[in-house]
Nanobody, 123 residues
């Protein structure tokens, strides 16, 4: 399985972006998927995850109510809709596939990572 993230860019505070992560391979729908981000000088942090069957989702407190993770199994794509963006959301965003089928919050539970897409929010 390979993951390709896209959709990043430069946006003003309060704006929106939608990130996409397209997976190759047939086992995409059987695993939890997640989004992480890494700002300059900081460690990679969890953003959002969606479990198998799309029944469960989980979000970091910092993005709860503003970001929404979803999955289109037919397109092998996971999305991260980001609304009300803040300058502190500026980071490289990575999508990843978990080893598990339930929601996974730790990066240790993910074994396949995309290349990252830059999101910059100006004030």
């Amino acid at each position: 399985v390979q993951l390709q993230a896209s959709g990043g860019g430069l946006v003003q505070a309060g704006g929106s972006l939608r990130l996409s992560c397209t997976a190759s391979g047939r086992t995409f729908s059987s695993y939890a998927m997640g989004w992480f981000r890494q700002a300059p000088g900081k460690e990679r942090e969890f953003v959002a995850t969606i479990g198998w069957g799309d029944v469960s989702t989980a979000y970091a407190d910092s993005v709860k109510g503003r970001f929404t993770i979803s999955r289109d199994t037919a397109k092998n794509t996971v999305y991260l809709q980001m609304n009300s963006l803040k300058p502190e959301d500026t980071a490289v965003y990575f999508c990843a596939r978990s080893r598990l089928f339930i929601v996974a919050l730790s990066s240790d539970e993910y074994d396949i990572w995309g290349q990252g897409t830059q999101v910059t929010v100006s004030s």
